[in-house]
């Protein structure tokens, strides 16, 4: 059962801005866990976009960027581009679990 | 590079039992945690479980919990989920993930098993 809470979609035209929000509790977000996101393409592996709130791992575009307040995190995607179409999660640590939580996931629609 | 190798797709009945491979490759195994994840058709992504490399502590999700072990092999640096008494909702893509130490994130994953359970 998810704790985190995503749009199930949001949609851009190509070079505009999308912003994904995460809205999670104050047993994983807003306990100071971190949040991170992956970009999964159907009948792929998904790929790490965001770790640690605000890093990006070496070879993701600058185009991508992570931030988080309080019990919220949000992806945005500048520059968007027909290739970012695809499924986009969030993902933390929750404390009462003891266990990783995801997003419902966010389906990016690119016009 | 990194690879994290997967056993190929299973067709199992209900009631059976289910036992993944994950072999890893390109770093040093006890270097890194793995979890599991899996994705039921038109559902989104359910964390499953993590393993220490390095002593084989695991920790599985409520949900899961009884019906799955998680394992380690650490000379073939392979991982292994098994999950039993199957059931038409296991029906899912099963993934294995790197996760770095002190970390709760995935950093790699591998390409993912197609699980059907059917009668």
């Known amino acids: 059962q998810s704790m985190l809470t995503q749009p199930p979609s949001v949609s851009g035209a190509p070079g505009q801005k999308v912003t994904i929000s995460c809205s999670g509790s104050?047993?994983?977000?807003?306990?100071?866990?971190?949040v991170h996101w992956y970009q999964h393409l159907p009948g792929t592996a998904p790929k790490l976009l965001i770790h640690?709130?605000?890093n990006r791992p070496s070879g993701v575009p600058d185009r991508f960027s992570g931030s988080k307040s309080g019990t919220s995190a949000s992806l945005a995607i500048t520059g968007l581009q027909a290739e970012d179409e695809a499924d986009y999660y969030c993902q933390s640590y929750d404390s009462r679990l003891s266990a990783y939580v995801f997003g419902t996931g966010t389906k990016v629609n690119v016009l | 590079q990194v690879q994290l190798v997967q056993s190929g797709a299973e067709v199992k009945k209900p009631g059976a039992s289910l036992k993944v491979s994950c072999k890893a490759s390109g770093y040093t195994f006890t270097s890194y945690g793995i979890t599991w994840v899996r994705q039921a058709p038109g559902q989104g992504l359910e964390w499953m479980g993590w393993?220490?490399?390095?002593?084989?502590?695991?920790n599985y999700a409520q949900r899961l919990q009884g019906r799955v072990t998680m394992t380690t092999d650490t000379p073939t640096s392979t991982a292994y989920m098994e999950l039993r008494s199957l059931r038409s909702d296991d029906t899912a893509i099963y993934y294995c993930a790197r996760v770095p130490a002190y970390y709760y994130y995935m950093d790699d994953w591998g390409k993912g098993t197609t699980v059907t359970v059917t009668s």
């Open positions: 393993i220490s490399t390095y002593n084989g502590k695991a």
């Open positions: 640690g709130d605000i």
């Open positions: 104050s047993s994983n977000i807003g306990a100071g866990y971190d």
